[in-house]
Antibody
């Protein structure tokens, strides 16, 4: 069974930092590119970052570029999101998601989500 | 403001058919990029419902169908059931933004 489990969500002050982790199981993690997607409370979905299988290609949404860093460790079947200079508007449930290629890509497996709250 | 535009809500009676529209532009759907749909039940993570415009993953009933034309796409749900109550999101790729984009989501109510 494919599983994605996120860790690391917490309450953090504005300007602070946090690192999210996503541990994968049930599939060959190193064969799939991965993504982070977030959902602010009561709001819709927002894609924020993509990383290719070997970390050679990385994309960010404008809203997080320069503040967030995506990375992965294929030996540990893990995906990470380092979040710096956090703002109140970064408050959201963060999902890791496996993608499949089409023209673009789609997300066929999602984690359960992890809440990050940015507040003083 | 989402890059893809969806109606905030739709509703229908049990057994009826509803459609949810997803309108994009020349840098995403209109450029030929595929459209995908997700269903999010209350308090849970989104799940893939339709991929590459009109393909259902294993386990998704054929009451759900997708289509795409020009700069828009649609999700149709026939034979509405109470269990279909959820938020539905469309998603595509945008060449100007160099990333995935989602619609704002549509809440389905079964009357």
């Amino acid at each position: 069974e494919v599983q994605l489990v996120e860790f690391g969500g917490d309450l953090v002050q504005p300007g602070g930092s946090l690192r999210l982790s996503c541990v994968a199981s049930g599939f060959s993690f190193s064969s799939y590119s991965m993504n982070w997607i977030r959902q602010a409370p009561g709001k819709g979905l927002e894609w924020i970052s993509y990383i290719s299988t070997t970390s050679t290609t990385i994309y960010y949404a404008d809203s997080v570029r320069g503040r967030f860093t995506i990375s992965r460790d294929n030996a540990q079947n893990s995906l990470y999101l380092q979040m710096n200079s956090l703002r109140a508007e970064d408050t959201a449930v963060y999902y890791c998601a496996r993608d499949r290629k089409s023209s673009g890509w789609y997300f066929d497996q999602w984690g359960q989500g992890n809440l990050v709250t940015v507040s003083s | 403001q989402s890059v893809l535009t969806q109606p905030p809500s739709v509703s229908g009676a049990p057994g009826q058919r509803v459609t949810i529209s997803c309108t994009g532009s020349s840098s995403n759907i209109g450029a030929g990029y595929d459209v995908h749909w997700y269903r999010q039940l209350p308090g849970t993570a989104p799940q893939l419902l339709i991929y590459i415009n009109n393909i259902r993953p294993s386990g998704v009933p054929d009451r759900f169908s997708g289509s795409k034309s020009g700069t828009s796409a649609s999700l149709a749900i026939s034979g509405l059931q109470a269990e279909d109550v959820a938020d539905y999101y469309c998603q595509s790729y945008d060449s100007t933004l160099s990333g995935s984009v989602f619609g704002g989501g549509t809440r389905l109510t079964v009357l």
